[in-house]
């Protein structure tokens, strides 16, 4: 089973360029979710999908916007990439929210920004 | 603020031997709490989740307590093995739909 499915693995971005991380998860979760991970520091929310069809944002959203193309995919798009975006990005899903449910992660984007 | 605090950052033990890894917290209102391992350069793994009436969970040789009252988790690793080698993640989170506050981690290293 592939679970939730990230792409690129790794990207190297100059100051100003935009991308998109591409996010697909094959278990029917209703709800994903974009995390950054910083050295020192917890994983941070950057947006959230409840549901398909909607899209919220969460502790970090600056800088970034989603899109949930469907049930399967919520991507993540830098517009004009920074160096304080240089981190670990995750895309996570659950099957309806998180109250009791157990979070599933994808194996994470490795994203620097020089 | 709600904030997981884990002790300790960082831990070498042999293979073999027991730990126990800790997580305070300040979260408000309390829904549930998880254990998460991440092997390096990998997604985090769900290892265990508790919620409020729930004061210990076991998932093979990992066994995680909850104190409420105290608002302490503790995770114990038993018969710890190389592949063991890892951070291990508390997560709280609060009564809600978003709001999840994970832990800094403590890196497990398990030494031959």
């Known amino acids: 089973n592939a679970g939730v499915t990230q792409t690129p693995k790794f990207q190297v971005l100059k100051t100003g360029q935009s991308m998109t991380l591409q996010c697909a998860q094959d278990m029917n979760h209703n709800s994903m979710y974009w995390y950054r991970q910083d050295p020192g520091m917890g994983l941070r929310l950057i947006y959230y999908?409840?549901?398909?069809?909607?899209?919220d944002k969460g502790e970090v959203p600056n800088g970034y916007n989603v899109s949930r193309l469907n049930k399967r995919e919520f991507s993540l798009r830098l517009e004009s990439a920074a160096p304080s975006q240089t981190s670990v990005y995750f895309c996570?899903?659950?099957?309806?929210?998180?109250?009791?449910?157990?979070?599933?992660f994808g194996e994470g984007s490795w994203l620097t920004v020089v | 603020k709600n904030q997981v605090e884990q002790s300790p950052q960082s831990l070498i033990i042999l293979e073999g031997k027991n730990c126990t890894l800790q997580c305070n917290y300040t979260v408000s209102p309390f829904s549930n709490l998880r254990w998460y391992k991440q092997d390096t350069g990998r997604g985090p793994v769900s290892l265990t989740i508790m919620t409020f009436s729930e004061n210990t969970k076991s998932n093979g040789r990992y066994t995680a307590t909850l104190d409420a009252d105290t608002k302490q988790s503790s995770l114990h690793i038993t018969a710890s093995q190389l592949s063991d080698s890892a951070s291990y993640i508390c997560v709280v989170s609060a009564s809600g739909y978003s709001t999840l506050t994970f832990g800094k981690g403590t890196m497990l290293l398990v030494s031959p």
């Open positions: 996570a899903s659950s099957p309806a929210g998180l109250a009791g449910n157990t979070i599933y």
């Open positions: 999908s409840a549901s398909e069809g909607t899209t």
